[in-house]
């Protein structure tokens, strides 16, 4: 026999464990650290891009020898820094008269809030932040927009928003376009649990047969790099997926300048690239509208890490070319392989 109160009692537990539920839940919710209010205009310190939260991001710059005849700001790939991933070829970028660019993303390297995912349109916001600031430092030069996987990602995402970056051009190199739509069910299935079950796990190591480039060399450096980042929290990983969800998408309108006019893109791609499959790139290139401005490359030899392959040269001269002449044919030939290569 019920005992009175009891159905108040019943009802004051069953509340108490949906409210343990949503704790949980909410303890359990990826953590995105995106930019803060306003609180200056932004600025280039000596070394460091700083937004207009105040959040200083670590800036190199890597002169030619002579006087430049264009400007590069390059954009790092996932758990990267901008000390690493030119080191292999930044000598023959500036010996073509090109002062390169480059800052620790939020989240990598030496910037704030290490190791956590600072949000897609952050990352855009800051690359056409930093894009204007120096072409407000070098107005009479051309300036380009380059970024690696990831970095060619958020450059995509920037080249596509309301204000995006002002520069004359565009270089993705293997950009990270690898959303869920062509991802198999397993892992999308397993990318929304670990979301919302582990989002602070971290997880380190590699996955077999996939091997980011044949220079083992810049490898073991790549491994012993402090500022590389070992351990990549679930919900940084999330983020990475929802930036290249947006990067695919955003493709086929990419890209285009403060008018609405569209800007140069080239865009180099491995065949033996196994980090971001050639089965979704394919996808989203065949997207591309007839008149887009965004004109292929395959290099035959190269793997993911495009400027630290072994057949890296061949990169540099295309990129070269391009900074120079947007219109000519690249001296690697890889424009040409890049129909036989979509047809596949």
């Known amino acids: 026999m019920d005992q009175p109160g009891w159905p108040r009692y019943r009802l004051g ?22 930019m803060g209010p306003a609180i200056a205009p932004p600025s280039l310190a000596a070394d460091a891009v700083v937004a207009a939260d105040g959040a200083r991001l670590p800036m190199r710059a890597f ?5 430049p005849r264009a400007v590069l700001l390059a954009l790092h790939g996932f758990n990267d820094h901008s000390g690493n991933f030119l080191a292999d070829s930044i ?33 855009a916001s800051d690359a056409a932040t930093a894009a204007r600031l120096l072409r407000a430092r070098h107005p009479g030069l051309p300036l380009f927009l380059m970024g690696e996987s990831m970095g060619g990602a958020v450059a995509v995402v920037a080249g596509t928003s309301a204000e995006p970056p002002p520069v004359d051009g565009y270089i993705l190199l293997a950009p990270a376009l690898w959303g869920r739509a062509s991802m198999n069910a397993v892992m999308r299935g397993g990318l929304w649990v670990a ?11 590699g996955v077999g047969g996939i091997v980011a480039s044949d220079n083992m060399a810049a490898l ?28 695919t998408a955003a493709l086929p ?21 196994t980090l971001i499959p050639a089965r979704p790139v394919r996808a989203a290139l065949r997207r591309l509208p007839p008149d887009s401005p965004v004109r292929i490359g ?36 890889a424009d040409r392989f890049a129909p036989e290569w979509l047809a596949r």
């Open 220 to 247: 073991r450096r790549l491994g012993r790099d402090p500022l590389v980042l070992r351990s990549t929290r679930v919900d940084a990983a999330v983020g990475l997926v929802d930036l290249m969800d947006a990067a």
């Open 253 to 273: 309108t990419c890209c285009r300048d403060a008018t609405q006019r569209p800007v140069p893109v080239l865009l180099l791609y491995g065949d033996k690239d």
């Open 195 to 205: 979301a919302r079950t582990m989002p602070v796990l971290g997880f380190q190591g």
């Open 91 to 123: 000598g023959p970028l500036n010996a073509g008269g090109v002062l390169v660019y480059a800052y620790d993303q939020r989240g990598f390297g030496r910037s704030p809030n290490r190791g956590y995912w600072p949000g897609e349109a952050t990352l």
């Open 63 to 67: 002169p030619p020898e002579g006087p």
């Open 298 to 333: 395959i290099h035959e030899e190269g793997f993911h890490l495009l400027l630290t392959d072994s057949n890296r040269a061949e990169v540099v001269s295309d990129i070269l070319a391009f900074t120079a002449d947007p219109a000519t044919p690249l001296p690697s030939g």
């Open 13 to 34: 537990m069953r509340s108490l464990v949906i409210l343990l539920a949503l704790l949980l839940g909410a303890a359990c919710t990826p953590v995105v650290l995106p």
